[in-house]
């Protein structure tokens, strides 16, 4: 077993600055846990007091149901990634996995068959011999990792393992995490400021801003419901669309009047709004790139628009565009629905009407920022000091 459990924890700098606020958070046995945020938010230092490598302020840490507040990093049973690999430059790469195992003065034909299993796990087996400097970025972090795995720790700490690589490197090594967390079977921490990583990786994520938790879920949770404004604007890329609007009510039916357009609200969204009896009147609306889509022509429920810049993306467009009031939307666009023709006519100054349908808006309280569709007893508590 190795969850591990944050109760009420705070971090705390020079009696004053509060870097993370009450934090509390269960994570499961082998359960895949992302931090993820802006950078500053609290998360490193969330990880850091796991770990052992920050002092707790205030609260306790648990693994396994024993409090770690008091015990050294070396006694917590953790293995740690770092974002700079931290490598020793005069080891071999057999070295420096085995290094820790040789301070346990673990026998060598033990430290041999650990190496080697992770080496071979990893994809690494040939570079036993090598220095790091004689390693690309991507093949130093797999050390870094294979260094860690050999602990055969309870918890599993990430800290950013894959910023200082490309994107084509990052790509594969997120791929290589998850077949890794499949053979290890073990509790993982991951913290990162990348959404995608967080969204491919997590089987929950830990959203936070400025030292708060500001919602806890599954990927698909935080994207399809997300608890307030912060987190629909975080998570999705491009970001969702933001968009102040009138919510109607007419005849047990909700409309919204974005830039005078009247665009009914159905779907599960209507049933929602008609369930929890919103009051009409003003609202953020948020809606997602990829849920608004080209009209043929002007009507009741269009949105008149300039394109400003039409970026190609390979199986889509993102389309950068500006109302008549000079609001600025993004709209993605599979290349595979339009027409030569159609693409051709995507040039900037071109006007546009685009619309987007009822079943995909999300809707926050213009005061507090809080999604009007999730019930109050299940927003995730954010208390000011």
């Not at 400025?210 to 491009?238: C, K, R, W, Y």
Request: proline residues 5%; negative net charge; hydrophobic residues 40%.
């Amino acid at each position: 077993m190795a969850s591990v459990k944050l109760t009420n924890v705070k971090k705390i700098y020079d009696k004053k600055v509060v870097a993370v606020h009450d934090f509390n958070l269960d994570i499961k046995d082998k359960e895949f846990v992302v931090f993820v945020g802006p950078s500053g938010c609290g998360k490193s230092t969330t990880l850091r007091m796991i770990a052992g490598l920050e002092e707790i302020s205030e609260g306790t840490v648990e693994i396994d149901g024993e409090v770690v507040n008091d015990l050294q990093p070396k006694d917590r049973n953790i293995a740690m990634v770092f974002q700079n690999y931290a490598l020793y430059p005069h080891m071999t790469v057999y070295e420096n996995i085995a290094f820790s195992l040789r301070l346990q003065k673990m026998p060598e034909d033990v430290i041999y068959n650990k190496v080697t299993n992770a080496a071979e796990i990893l994809g690494i087996t040939d570079y036993l011999m090598r220095k790091p400097r004689a390693l690309s970025g991507g093949q130093r972090q797999r050390v870094a990792i294979g260094r860690a795995m050999v602990r055969d720790s309870k918890v599993f700490l990430m800290d950013e393992p894959l910023s200082n690589l490309d994107a084509k490197l990052r790509n594969q090594m997120r791929a290589e995490i998850i077949l890794l967390r499949q053979k290890l079977d073990t509790t993982f921490i991951y913290v990162t400021h990348d959404q995608t990583e967080a969204m491919t990786l997590g089987d929950r994520i830990v959203i936070m801003k400025d030292g708060f938790i500001m919602q806890v879920g599954s990927p698909t949770e935080v994207f399809e419901m997300p608890e307030n404004l912060f987190v629909a604007e975080f998570i999705g890329a491009p970001k969702m669309n933001i968009i102040r609007t009138e919510l109607l009510k007419e005849g047990g039916r909700y409309y919204v009047t974005p830039f005078d357009a009247k665009i009914e609200v159905d779907g599960v969204k209507g049933d929602m709004l008609r369930e929890f009896n919103v009051a009409p009147g003003s609202v953020i609306l948020g809606v997602r790139p990829e849920h608004i889509v080209l009209a043929k022509g002007p009507a009741a429920n269009t949105i008149p628009v300039t394109l400003e810049v039409n970026e190609m993306m390979g199986s889509e467009l993102h389309l950068h565009v500006y109302t008549d009031d000079g609001t600025r939307l993004i709209v993605r666009v599979p290349t595979i629905d339009l027409e030569p023709e159609q693409r051709k006519g995507l040039v900037n100054g071109a006007k546009l009407n685009i619309t987007f349908e009822g079943k995909v808006m999300h809707f926050f309280d213009p005061e507090n920022e809080k999604n009007l569709l999730v019930p109050k007893e299940k927003q995730t508590m954010v208390e000011e000091d």
